[in-house]
């Protein structure tokens, strides 16, 4: 069979191939590039400190993303506040603590699905879940609660990988030394598997940051033109939560507004916060791989 | 998974340090609260499945309580704004199946490209900067690929095709094809990386060439992990949301030709979503009977992936 052909022929079909890999890679990356320069192109007219400083508006000249960016920052803040701490917890509990019997494989197998659930459905359980049958408001705390749940099992995941390439002698040397199995994991097993942890936090909230469909559902799609209260206020307690339950917009629901407007002088705008979305998103992930990178290098078991 | 549960050792251990019986009562009831936090943490997880569930279904049984499910699964109309509102699912399945199509058709075949050239051809370098770079596009938020679908490939395809509309599964198709090429490569060049070596010498020893290793052995012997990629990748595709609500167009339409504008599941949702929902409506419960059809069709796929997975797996 390997012979049926002449060998000429088989070094230049593998030669093929090796051209056509290397294509094929260079045009996805090509595309991704073409993606980032056509956004930059469009929106570049748009990016002037007005429009950062601005809020929406009926005239696109004078658009801007001031909500979205302040709506997109206090999201996430709750957004961390759900998903990193139950994340975490979850994780350790999994690798450190649960024996193998059927409540952890349940767990287990629940966690694999709930990371293939489409985002689309979270907004519907938003909707149906904690808008009416908790009676939330479609606010912050929704908005936040929604996305903190959905990145969940990626906080999940990344704990756990993390805290398995931390060798089982770590553990042992603890033990000998009388301590208690939180105390290893507190004292031992966080502190070296924090800068995995770190990375799989940071990717998380970079795809939390980037969600639109779910945040649709519980109709964050409105015109908001105004900031949430200030969590800081003059008289004491000094801390208000207020502001958890405003309306909010976030940049990729404002971009989506601008795009599917028919008007094409507010795709220029769109183009604009497309651009503020990829910096944020893509610095993250640089971030992330920067991290990994480094946390690769330092540590050698 | 943890090696040992607290129980006997631990207690001869206590003895040891020299700790008192009252710190010995404090500790192990330290211990104890600690673990039961961190399981509730991660039973946690299982209440949010049900919250899903039990939302989709709820929302889904008021609304078979006024449609009957034989019209929800035969009829050929989607017409819930009309007088005569007729919600039959199909035109929706079809649109959603479309784009579908049209993803795996450019993810499938380049994305398994890259992982063979990724895997066999590559150098430990190139694969080094080439995966993490790949992987970039799965970071891009989706209401980008939408307005990147919507204003740059349909007017490139447009001057190529002058009738096509523009709104039209095609572009949107290719977008999500090219969003979830990462997911074929990553997760079949594992598949194929984890085929040990000694397979790849014998063929190499027999005098073949490195397409026909990589081909011929590399390939077939990680096919399972393979299928398991490209399942879960259709499962990605058919959840695409903000693609196809950006550049697929939101009218519900019965075809199966991807130059045509038509509404897929997931841009149902979000056309009724955009409008003022009142709650009870019929329109409010549909979305919810939608979503239940696209939940079970995702969860069907991430279920046959994972049994692919563990039942064809070559154990080495």
């Known amino acids: ?301 | 998974m943890a090696s040992e549960p607290i129980g006997a050792e631990d207690l001869r251990l206590e003895f040891r340090l020299g700790l008192s019986p009252a710190r010995r009562v404090l500790r192990r009831v330290k211990e104890r609260s600690i673990e039961a936090g961190l399981f509730l943490a991660a039973a946690s997880s299982v209440l949010v499945t049900l919250g899903i569930v039990g939302a989709l279904v709820y929302e889904s049984s008021t609304f078979f309580a006024h449609v009957s499910i034989l019209e929800f699964l035969t009829s050929t109309q989607w017409t819930p704004q009309f007088a005569d509102a007729r919600f039959g699912i199909l035109p929706l399945v079809s649109g959603t199946l479309v784009t579908t199509a049209v993803a795996l058709f450019v993810a499938v075949p380049v994305g398994t490209i890259c992982a063979v050239w990724l895997s066999e051809y590559a150098t430990h370098r190139v694969r080094e900067i080439v995966k993490p770079a790949l992987e970039l596009l799965t970071a891009v938020p989706t209401v980008v690929f939408g307005y990147f679908a919507l204003l740059f490939v349909t007017p490139l395809l447009q001057r190529v095709f002058p009738e096509l509309p523009g709104f039209n599964m095609l572009s949107a198709g290719l977008v999500i094809g090219l969003m979830v090429v990462p997911y074929v490569t990553s997760l079949s060049e594992e598949a194929m990386r984890s085929v040990p070596l000694a397979l790849r010498e014998g063929a190499y020893a027999l005098g073949a060439t490195r397409i026909q290793v990589a081909w011929r052995v590399v390939f077939p012997a990680a096919l399972s992990g393979i299928s398991a990629s490209y399942i879960l990748t259709v499962s990605r595709a058919l959840g695409e949301t903000m693609i196809v609500a950006i550049a697929a167009g939101m009218q519900a339409k019965l075809t199966l030709n991807p130059a045509e504008p038509a509404a897929t599941i997931t841009a149902y949702i979000v056309q009724v979503s955009l409008g003022d929902l009142v709650h009870g409506s019929i329109g409010y419960q549909s979305i919810f009977a939608a979503g239940l059809v696209l939940l079970l069709m995702t969860l069907g796929l991430n279920i046959l992936g994972y049994l692919i997975q563990r039942r064809y797996r070559e154990a080495y």
């Open chain 1, 1 to 301: 069979m390997l012979a049926g052909v002449r060998p000429g022929r088989r070094r230049l079909m593998d030669a093929a191939f090796l051209l056509l890999g290397a294509a094929l890679i260079v045009l996805s990356l090509g595309t991704l590039a073409a993606l980032l320069l056509d956004l930059v192109r469009d929106g570049l007219p748009r990016l002037t400190s007005g429009f950062l400083t601005s809020f929406p508006s009926r005239k696109p000249d004078q658009a801007g993303v001031k909500s979205a960016i302040v709506g997109t920052c206090a999201v996430m803040f709750v957004t961390a506040v759900t998903a990193l701490p139950l994340g975490v917890a979850s994780g350790i509990y999994l690798e450190e603590y649960a024996r193998k019997n059927w409540r952890t494989a349940i767990i287990e197998i629940n966690i694999a699905n709930l990371a293939g659930v489409p985002s689309i459905i979270w907004g519907l359980m938003a909707l149906g879940l904690l808008v009416y049958a908790l009676g939330l408001k479609r606010c912050i705390l929704t908005a936040g609660l929604t996305l903190g749940l959905l990145v969940l099992p990626i906080v999940i995941v990344a704990t756990r990988e993390a805290i398995r390439a931390i060798p089982q002698g770590i553990r042992e040397g603890a033990y000998a030394l009388g301590a208690s199995r939180w105390q290893t994991v507190r004292h031992h097993v966080l502190p070296y598997s924090m800068s995995g942890i770190l990375t799989g936090a940071i990717i998380a909230m970079s795809r939390a940051i980037g969600e639109t469909a779910p945040l649709i559902t519980i109709g964050a799609l409105t015109y908001i033109a105004f900031l949430p209260p200030s969590p800081v206020t003059s008289s004491p307690p000094f801390v208000s939560l207020t502001w958890l339950e405003s309306p909010f917009t976030v940049l990729p629901i404002q971009m989506f507004n601008w795009v599917s407007r028919p008007d094409a002088r507010f795709h220029a705008n769109a183009a604009a916060a497309g651009v503020v979305l990829m910096f944020i998103t893509l610095s993250m992930n640089a971030l992330a791989i920067l991290l990994r990178y480094r946390s690769r290098r330092a540590i050698r078991w």
